[in-house]
Each structure stands twice: as structure tokens, then as C-alpha cells.
């Protein structure tokens, strides 16, 4: 079992920054891939941006060129940097883990983390 717990959100305003960590239970090095997720009212949850245990990373078109995912097994930690935030960032943002495969989507997560609230404001 492996417990995720984020932090990080908050309210800022358009053009901002913020920093969201998902701190991980077990070792990062035991995990194959890991991701960030976000989940607007009334929408599905999407996939933001996912890094492998290579350190290989992915992102939604929309946030490219904006957000940064890393990771620092080290501190078995996650991290997804935004920058220029817009009022359509606004979610709950959701880490998510796949333990044994690299390929993690919004319905192939193993563990899930309670979720951050990012609001920005036009």
C-alpha cells in the first residue's frame, strides 16, 4: 500500500505561480511512474503531467510550456511546478501512482492521493 499526500494548492491569481508536493510512503524508487491530475467541477479527471522512474515525463497540450513535473526520490516526493497560471487551471489537484508500469492514465492510477485546490483568479 502506498499513501499519497499533497500540498501545495491555494488561491493565487492570474499570471502566478504556485508549487504542488505529493509526498510518497515508500520509496519513489519502487514506483514506476507517477503523475499529476486534476479534476474540474462538472469535468472528468484529466492528466496534467506524469513522470517515469527514468525520469521520462509527459504533459496535457494545454499545460506545455507552463508546468514542470519532477521528482526527488531522495525525499520520495513529487513535485508539479505552474506557472502562468489561468483562470482554467482551477481543479483539485490529484498525485496518482502506478507502481509497476510505466503507463499511468486517469484510469490506470494504483494510489491516489486526497487531492489540493488550485484557484486562480482572473
Do not use: H
Not at 42 to 63: F, M, P
Amino acid at each position: 500500500q502506498v499513501q499519497l499526500v499533497e500540498s501545495g494548492g491555494g488561491l493565487v491569481q492570474a499570471g502566478g505561480s504556485l508549487r504542488l508536493s505529493c509526498a510518497a510512503s515508500v520509496s519513489t524508487f519502487s514506483i514506476r511512474a507517477m503523475a499529476w491530475f486534476r479534476q474540474a467541477p462538472g469535468k472528468q479527471r484529466e492528466l496534467v503531467a506524469s513522470i517515469s522512474s527514468g525520469a521520462n515525463t509527459n504533459y496535457a497540450d494545454s499545460v506545455k510550456g507552463r508546468f514542470t513535473i519532477s521528482r526527488d526520490n531522495a525525499k520520495n516526493s513529487v513535485y508539479l511546478q505552474m506557472n502562468s497560471l489561468k483562470p482554467e487551471d482551477t481543479a483539485v489537484y490529484y498525485c496518482g501512482a502506478r507502481k509497476y508500469s510505466s503507463k499511468i492514465t486517469a484510469y490506470s492510477v494504483d494510489f491516489w492521493g486526497q487531492g489540493t485546490q488550485v484557484t486562480v483568479s482572473s
